[in-house]
């Protein structure tokens, strides 16, 4: 088990999300990066994510001062209730529980790449 969001949990994501199938199919030819965020907590750190036509091929600390396509950011329990399955994660993000910043139109494109991402996500096993 991994600390929830923390840099190994988003290592353990990359790795399922790169060998799903469904979710390579759902993200081709998006190319873009991403900032994960937990606006609550000082001790996880924000996470860059990198996105390369049907796969993840970074995950790092944000470094300071560094910007991104998109960022997803909310508070660490809202970021656990999209995680258990008690919100979905699209409705998080439509009630402004989780903070979307970007493009709309290009993260609508994508969006089934998305919540494929938030499922894959819910396949690691976390320690909250």
Avoid: C, H
């Amino acid at each position: 088990m991994v600390n929830f969001l923390g840099l190994d949990y988003w290592t353990k994501v990359e790795g399922i999300a790169n060998g799903d199938e469904e979710f390579k199919i759902k993200s081709r030819a998006f190319v873009a990066s991403f900032t994960f965020n937990v606006t609550d907590s000082s001790v996880l750190p924000a996470i860059y994510m990198k996105f390369d036509d049907g796969k993840v091929t970074e995950v790092r600390e944000l470094a300071e001062g560094e910007r991104t396509d998109f960022t997803l950011e909310g508070p660490y329990d809202i970021w656990i209730q999209v995680n258990k399955g008690e919100i979905e994660g699209a409705n998080a993000i439509m009630t402004r529980q989780l903070q979307f910043k970007g493009n709309m139109s290009e993260i609508i494109r994508y969006s089934k790449a998305f919540l494929r991402l938030f499922q894959v996500m819910q396949q690691v096993p976390v320690e909250y």
